[in-house]
């Protein structure tokens, strides 16, 4: 059974820093599409960023330049570098992955929020 786990939400000043973390179990990573969304409270979901098998990642363009999707060398936890948080980016952020995924890292953004496998999502409040 595959299980996700976010850790590493809270509440910071705008200009902090957030590192997220994804604990995988049961995932087997088999052309594999991983990443993370958000949900603030009033808008839809959006993929904020995703990583694919060959190590190729997309970003949304308002968290580019800012935030860093990584993951260990066993790839059993995936990590959400947030850098320069600003007051927008205050949401519920979910991580997501999808075995057997042919698609490319821009399209996998676009998909995320229907990948089969989710966590519970950790929050992220910036105070301005």
């Known amino acids: 059974q595959v299980s996700l786990m976010e850790s590493g939400g809270g509440s910071v000043q705008a200009g902090e820093s957030l590192r997220l973390s994804c604990a995988t179990s049961g995932y087997t990573y088999n052309a594999y599409c991983m990443g993370w969304f958000r949900q603030a409270p009033g808008k839809e979901r959006e993929g904020v960023a995703t990583?694919?098998?060959?190590?190729?990642?997309s970003y949304t363009d308002s968290v580019k330049g800012r935030f860093t999707i990584s993951q260990d060398n066993a790839k059993n936890t995936l990590f959400l570098q947030m850098n320069s948080l600003k007051p927008e980016d205050t949401a519920v952020y979910y991580c997501?992955?999808?075995?057997?995924?042919?698609?490319?890292?821009?399209?996998?953004?676009?998909?995320?929020?229907?990948?089969?496998?989710r966590g519970q999502g950790t929050q992220v409040t910036v105070s301005s």
């Open positions: 990583i694919i098998s060959d190590g190729r990642v």
């Open positions: 997501a992955a999808q075995d057997w995924c042919r698609m490319s890292a821009i399209q996998a953004l676009r998909g995320i929020t229907s990948f089969d496998y």
